[in-house]
């Protein structure tokens, strides 16, 4: 079974902090993504990567950055912490095979972040 | 960008009945619908999905349909069972080989009274 940790299941920072929130997937997998989850709102794509070094910006990337120097391994990061962005943060990655055509998705067990 | 809208935001059902879930999506070069379950305080986990040549897969006491000229894909739970309460989402993407991401739906909390 693929494996998607993400390093913190709780965490609370002050206004104005910077936080770096890590994500591993073991699977070899191009493509990971990070997700927040809000009460309401389901859950909304910040920031995708395809590959190493590449990134792109999903639908709510305001206030937040990414950096993947190595395959396994996605950041996601608050520059200057804001309340607005206490929420639960959901890292996943895809895979497609090229043999079976079988795509999927697995996801991290996610960081409730607070910000105060 | 894709659009994703689920509905109801809110089920429940008596213990044995049937429960829907309906979603609509917008972009027509979505092709993959996966669902999702999440319980309380834990990741969301795959539970079924379907690829738009297909129109139903079912899986025991899990169906989904796929309607791709309305654009719309529903989630049928028959016999519901206590453990099948939690919070399920609907998503749509493309599963081409690019990463796009999944748009998800708001989420639907389906409550299985006894």
């Known amino acids: 079974d693929v494996k998607v940790t993400q390093s913190s299941r709780y965490l609370v920072k002050r206004t104005g902090e910077k936080v770096f929130l890590e994500c591993v997937q073991d699977?070899?997998?191009?493509?990971m993504f990070w997700y927040r989850q809000d009460p309401g709102l389901g859950l909304r794509l910040i920031y995708f990567s395809y590959d190493v070094k590449m990134k792109e910006k999903g639908d709510i990337p305001e206030g937040y950055s990414v950096s993947r120097e190595k395959k396994e391994r996605f950041s996601l990061i608050l520059e200057s912490a804001s309340t607005n962005q206490t929420s639960m943060y959901l890292c996943?990655?895809?895979?497609?095979?090229?043999?079976?055509?079988?795509?999927?998705?697995?996801f991290g067990s996610g960081t409730r972040l607070t910000v105060v | 960008g894709e659009n994703v809208e689920q509905h109801p935001s809110t089920l429940s059902v008596q213990e044995g009945d049937s429960a829907v879930i309906k979603c609509t999506y917008s972009d027509s070069a979505s092709n993959y619908f996966p669902w999702y379950k999440q319980e309380l305080g834990k990741r969301p986990q795959l539970i079924i999905d379907?690829?738009?040549?297909?129109g139903e897969k079912k899986d025991q006491r899990i169906a989904v349909t796929l309607n791709k000229t309305a654009k719309h894909f529903s989630l049928h739970i028959t016999e519901t069972q206590p453990e099948d309460s939690a919070v399920y989402f609907c998503a749509a993407g493309y599963s081409g080989g690019g990463a796009d991401g999944l748009t998800f739906g708001k989420g639907t909390h389906l409550i299985i009274q006894p």
């Open positions: 699977m070899d997998h191009e493509n």
């Open positions: 996943a990655s895809s895979y497609l095979s090229q043999n079976t055509g079988k795509y999927g998705y697995t």
């Open positions: 379907i690829r738009s040549n297909v």
